[in-house]
């Protein structure tokens, strides 16, 4: 069974940095891509971040790009997302979601979530 743990989340001010975690198992996690997602409450689903099973391969949704990372380490099966210059609109639940087949890992080929960590960011 698919499990998918996020933490890291919490209170940031406005410039500061987090660093998500997101912790696998019940797969074999190197053969998956995994995403990033956040939903700000009353808003819907909004991408934030992909990487490729081996990890060589990222992408970013326009509003986080050039502030946060993805990576992972595969043999921890951990992915992490590496957020810097934290803006209030950055404030949201972030989710952890895994890649139902292949590398391709934006918001319609992703077949399993965690429960999510809350953000903040406020002075």
């Known amino acids: 069974q698919v499990h998918l743990v996020e933490s890291g989340g919490g209170l940031a001010q406005p410039g500061g940095s987090l660093r998500l975690s997101c912790a696998a198992s019940g797969f074999t996690f190197s053969s998956y891509a995994m995403s990033w997602a956040r939903q700000v409450t009353g808003k819907g689903l909004e991408w934030v971040s992909g990487?490729?099973?081996?990890?060589?391969?990222?992408d970013y949704g326009d509003s986080v790009k050039g502030r946060f990372t993805i990576s992972r380490d595969n043999a921890k099966n951990t992915v992490y997302l590496q957020m810097n210059s934290l803006e209030p609109e950055d404030t949201a639940l972030y989710f952890c979601?895994?890649?139902?087949?292949?590398?391709?890992?934006?918001?319609?080929?992703?077949?399993?979530w965690g429960q999510g960590t809350l953000v903040t960011v406020s002075s």
């Open positions: 990487i490729s099973g081996d990890g060589s391969d990222t």
């Open positions: 979601a895994k890649a139902q087949s292949g590398n391709y890992y934006y918001l319609d080929n992703l077949d399993a």
